[in-house]
Nanobody, 120 residues
Framework: QVQLVESGGGLVQPGGSLRLSCAASGSMFSIGVMGWYRQAPGKQRELVAG???????NYADSVKGRFTISRDNAKNTVYLQMNSLKPDDTAVYYCNVQYFTYRGTSYDYWGQGTQVTVSS
């Protein structure tokens, strides 16, 4: 079984910063891509940022230059540093982890979500 524990969400004023963390544990032989998605009320879930096992990253255009994704492979943890936050960034943020079993089977696993609210 796999567990993802997210933390770091909350209420912040426009222009402020937050750092999200997601720690993965459980029966995983290896971890591939780790990423963050978000879903605002009435909207579809969208990719915010992703990082592969080699450290290559990709970002949604709306967050480029403001958000930074990173990972600590020794801790099986992915981070999302969010700076210059805007009200449009308000959403539930979900961690997603691609992991492999020892047989080479790939699975996607989702965190429970953490609320980020940007408001004055």
């Amino acid at each position: 079984q796999v567990q993802l524990v997210e933390s770091g969400g909350g209420l912040v004023q426009p222009g402020g910063s937050l750092r999200l963390s997601c720690a993965a544990s459980g029966s995983m032989f290896s971890i591939g891509v780790m990423g963050w998605y978000r879903q605002a009320p009435g909207k579809q879930r969208e990719l915010v940022a992703g990082v592969d096992s080699g450290g290559s990253t990709n970002y949604a255009d709306s967050v480029k230059g403001r958000f930074t994704i990173s990972r600590d492979n020794a801790k099986n943890t992915v981070y999302l540093q969010m700076n210059s936050l805007k009200p449009d960034d308000t959403a539930v943020y979900y961690c997603n982890v691609q992991y492999f079993t020892y047989r080479g089977t790939s699975y996607d696993y989702w965190g429970q979500g953490t609320q980020v609210t940007v408001s004055s």
